[in-house]
């Protein structure tokens, strides 16, 4: 199966490299969530995806991810 | 034969013409011979003969020289226009053999480095037939006639063997690797039915493109965590300045909010004033490194262009060689005569007649290198125009060296804390009160005073304002080719000879992009099939570790027929991993490379129909090329003819007039940027 972002060897639902950037996106909603106080996890998505410091295939998953919400 | 001359060999025609009119007083005559220049003149009753190389004339190659071979492990070394078709070289060496046949005695006069002695060493093997041992080797670090003279009044037996050595051994272990690995990736390239494309691996060439690669998947994989910051703005009597809370990462907007109201309309008190001065020493003398890291902060200069026009500036004899490791400057070359020198520069004239006022003694820095000190003006004044960055390059040279014998410069640094409850925030300022060296480093000195307002211990200010500013953690920059060559000197890998040419590499094999080096797809690819079928190929130990072998056998040691053997092993333990999973290697290099291709013909958006892509296209019937639209099927028309010659290039930015896409057109003397839209309103204007 390959990757439906960018075409490599899927090791899960996504190449090894996507699969590291949903996990960082995982592990980093529970710290924006406490350095606002709240946020929704649609909105921290689209702030991810907005933010010129986040790597190239954060963003491109963060975008699968609100997509599939 | 007796009564024939001396033959001197340099490394570049420059230098031979430097050498002989060193030699000669200015009394010589050039001739042409086989197309090059030679030249001849007479010193105390000797007749001389100076002939030139123009880098390697002799080069390491397998004796097939078939690029679908592998594995190669015979290897000779051949002339030049055999292994790449130069024929320039084959003039050259064709020279040097006539002139050898009349000659009694021979010279190496090529640089004293590891490649100079190289070049030196196969010349005098092979074009002059065996002379390798008996000729004697000129020593010298700058081409000016006190050097020269010195270096020809006091010539040595067999200097340098210990380098040429090191040289040939690395010039073939660099081959064996190179070419055996290129070769099996490339061919399974080929097996996954790509059509015959280059795909480099070299034994510093692959670490190098791991660093980067290591590098930019931090870089797609960074998440930016908020965190915030808070400064106040604090004021009495008319009197205001802005100081930082002195944590200086708050982790919650909660956290930032409550500081604010905390302390915004209260009193703060400065709880504690410190002031003290500390001496700041001028920096080292220039080695090659950091000489290209500087230059590339100053001027932006490539470390490649800085070499190139550093070189050139030896050749002039304004500086000394540059290709050194050393930060050191020895007595040796005479400190007072070179400053006198500068002195009659107008631009230096006042600092030179300063230093000169006491006893001038350098500041040294750590690193050494046997063969020559660190890189330092010659004192002659430029007897051409320089162009500005020849002058650029030049100044920055002058003025570190005039600043290695400056004083230390005292930095007066004050830090003030103001507590607000239990809050407190950090006024920090700075100035300098003795310049010292700074004067004579001039703007490359880049220090910069912060005001630090009257503030006594005790002092009472009223909390006007406190800003809150919301910030994300930054991710890791990019190599630049100033940082890469950096950390490539930090981890041991190439020499400072090698590393601007192995960056250049990566950028010209297409690994690398912009001026930040941006990893491309097949960079990607590369560095990840090789990490996980042959991890050793890109692994820096193994290549530090045959460095410091190569740096025992240039040292005078021996072991480098072991170190070739060594080396061969390893390839065999490589090119065997590469084999058993070559299908599955050459599946990814293919599609990284088909993606590579593919994105090298698309110049921009189709402004047009604006979801297509403009790309360069080959008529099937004119063979021409043209621009046309990715959405021709689906009806965009949108299409514009191109130059049929030069190598064209997508410029990052589309045209301000029409939106179209600009190209960088090479070929010419320079490469030049032109709008693909014949119709474009840019091309009428002015």
């Not at chain 1, 899960?12 to 490299?17: E, K, N």
């Not at chain 2, 099996?184 to 996954?192: D, T």
């Not at chain 2, 021709?632 to 301000?656: D, F, H, I």
């Not at chain 2, 057109?665 to 002015?686: D, E, F, M, Q, S």
Request: aromatic residues 8%; positive net charge.
């Amino acid at each position: 199966m390959k990757c439906p972002i960018c075409g490599r060897e899927a090791v899960t639902d996504f190449c090894h490299y996507h699969t590291e950037a949903k996990e960082n996106v995982l592990a980093a909603y529970p710290l924006w969530v406490k350095a606002y106080g709240n946020m929704e996890w649609k909105d921290f998505l689209d702030n991810v995806k907005r933010n010129p410091q986040t790597g190239q295939w954060v963003k491109e998953i963060a975008e699968i991810l609100k997509e599939s919400d | 034969m007796n009564g024939g001359y001396t033959l001197v060999i340099c490394e570049k025609p420059d230098a031979a013409r430097r050498v002989s009119e060193a030699l000669s007083g200015g009394e010589f005559r050039s001739e042409q011979m086989e197309g090059t220049t030679v030249f001849r003149f007479n010193r105390m009753g000797e007749e001389f003969v100076a002939c030139a190389a123009q880098g390697h004339l002799y080069g390491v190659s397998d004796p097939a020289r078939e690029r679908t071979v592998y594995p190669i492990f015979d290897v000779e070394w051949y002339s030049s226009d055999l292994v790449e078709d130069n024929t320039n070289a084959a003039r050259r060496i064709l020279a040097i053999r006539k002139l050898a046949s009349g000659a009694s005695k021979f010279v190496n006069a090529c640089d004293f480095d590891v490649e100079g002695e190289t070049i030196g060493y196969n010349l005098l093997r092979y074009a002059c037939v065996g002379k390798e041992k008996s000729a004697l080797r000129a020593t010298f670090s700058t081409l000016t006639q006190e050097d020269l003279v010195r270096a020809f009044d006091d010539l040595k037996p067999q200097a340098g063997l210990g380098l040429a050595r090191a040289g040939r051994t690395r010039h073939a272990i660099d081959f064996v690797w190179g070419v055996n690995l290129s070769r099996a990736l490339s061919q399974s390239a080929l097996g996954s039915g790509h059509r015959y494309r280059t795909v480099s691996i070299g034994r510093v060439q692959g670490p190098t493109l791991a660093f980067l690669v290591d590098r930019e998947r931090e870089i797609r994989m960074f998440i930016p965590i908020p965190y915030w910051k808070a400064s106040g703005t604090f004021e009495k009597d008319g009197i205001g300045f802005t100081a930082g809370y002195t944590k200086d990462r708050i982790e919650t907007r909660h956290s930032a909010e409550k500081i604010k109201e905390e302390c915004l309309g209260r009193e703060a008190v400065t709880t504690s004033v410190n002031r003290n001065v500390v001496q700041v020493g001028p920096p080292a003398p220039f080695n090659i490194g950091d000489l290209q890291k500087e230059t590339y902060r100053t001027f932006g200069y490539t470390p490649t262009r800085t070499l190139q026009i550093a070189e050139k500036l030896y050749l002039g004899a304004l500086i000394s060689y540059p290709r050194t490791g050393s930060q050191r400057l020895p007595p040796s070359i005479n400190y007072g005569g070179i400053i006198r020198g500068l002195a009659r520069i107008p631009e230096y004239c006042a600092h030179a007649a300063e230093l000169l006022k006491g006893e001038p003694k350098p500041v040294q820095g750590t690193k050494s290198d046997a063969a020559h000190p660190a890189i330092h003006p010659t004192g002659e004044k430029p007897k051409r125009p320089l162009d500005a960055s020849e002058a650029g390059v030049f100044d920055l040279v002058v003025r570190r060296f005039l600043a290695a014998f400056g004083p230390s410069a005292r930095k007066e640094l004050a830090v003030a804390t103001l507590a607000v409850g239990e809050h407190e925030f950090r006024l920090a300022g700075g100035r300098t009160v003795f310049p010292g060296w700074m004067r004579y480093y001039g703007r490359y000195a880049g220090h910069r005073d912060v005001k630090f307002p009257s503030v006594s211990e005790g002092d009472r200010f009223r909390v006007a304002g406190v800003a809150l500013e919301e910030k994300f953690e930054q991710r890791p920059p990019r190599y630049n080719q100033s940082t890469l060559l950096e950390k490539m000197e930090r981890e041991g890998m190439g020499t400072k000879a090698t590393r601007a040419d192995i960056i250049a590499t990566l950028v010209g094999r297409g690994y690398a992009s912009g001026e930040n080096m941006e990893v491309t797809g097949l960079g990607l690819s590369v560095v990840e099939t090789m990490a996980e079928y042959a991890p050793s190929i890109i692994s820096t130990e193994l290549t530090r570790e045959i460095e410091g072998k190569l740096e025992v056998v240039e040292n005078g040691g021996e072991g480098g027929t072991e170190l070739l053997r060594e080396t061969v092993r390893s390839i065999v333990g490589q090119l065997a991993d590469l084999s058993a999973h070559e299908e599955a290697v050459g599946r990814e290099i293919d599609s990284a490379l088909t993606a590579s291709v593919a994105k090298s013909f698309v110049l921009g958006k189709c402004p047009v129909c604006k979801t297509g892509d403009l790309r360069i296209i080959r008529s099937k019937t004119t063979k021409k090329r043209f621009v046309g639209c990715s959405n021709y099927s689906r009806g965009c028309r949108a299409s514009a003819p191109l130059l049929q010659k030069g190598t064209l290039r997508a410029a990052p930015k589309p045209c301000e007039y029409c939106s179209w896409p600009v190209v960088y057109v090479a070929g010419g003397r320079r490469p030049w940027r032109l709008c693909v839209n014949p119709n474009c309103p840019g091309r009428r204007k002015p």
